[in-house]
């Protein structure tokens, strides 16, 4: 009987854990691969019974599945305006939140970036050029900006290969499929990139600000988890995650 009491305890304790455990699912802009799968691991160092599933994709594709049902309980847009879709058609259960705005850049895994401009772009000896897919990520269609502000696109058109979102580009050129590549800087900075390649920043007056945001879905609107996610998403350690990866947070500057 003594021991059958800590018995007792242990599985009570256990089944309370469990009771209080949550689950949800995130839909997550690929220029967030690295640093959200940072925040998602210090997140649970406090939270450690919780599970948090991350899918990555492509911002305009995640914000038409949410709208035919698929199961998100947390958006996170690299582009605000699809968030704000969701907000509008009556499909998150919390306000837009900003959280980032995210920056483009020249990355090759064979060239040394930091001595190219867009304008290098134009030699013939780069035959393949990496950028998403203008219809649907907005960081393709970031590049495509840039390259129409910088007389290129027409001309470069011909060379580019596109990737499904963000983060298939970089992987294009980090596997010889295209020697350069137009990437979010969050991906560039990371090491498993930054140690294979150099890269430059392309001026943000080429393009529209890559203004990012996010929602709780109405799918979570009774859901402590993706409440709690969403509030820790503002505070100071999941700030400076997003630092590191050279997003610009809301109210900084971004340097030219």
Known sequence: MNLSKPVLFICALLLSLSAHAEKITI???ADLKFAM???VTTFKKTNPADELDVVYGSSGNFNTQIQQGAPYDLFFSADIGFARELFKNGLAASDVMPYAVG????WSASHDATKMNLD???DPKIT????ANPKHAPYGRRAEEALRAAGLWDKLAPKLV???NIAQTAQFVQTGNAQVGIVALSLAVNPE?????GYWLIPDKLHAP???GFVVTKRAAGNGLAKKFADYMGSKPARAVMTKYGFVLPGDVASK
């Open 27 to 29: 839909a997550a802009a």
């Open 37 to 39: 799968d940072e925040i």
């Open 103 to 106: 920056r483009i850049v020249l």
């Open 120 to 122: 290098s772009l134009s």
């Open 128 to 131: 393949r050029i990496a950028i």
């Open 162 to 164: 596109y990737g499904e």
């Open 193 to 197: 990139l930054a140690n294979k390649g």
């Open 210 to 212: 890559l203004e990012q």
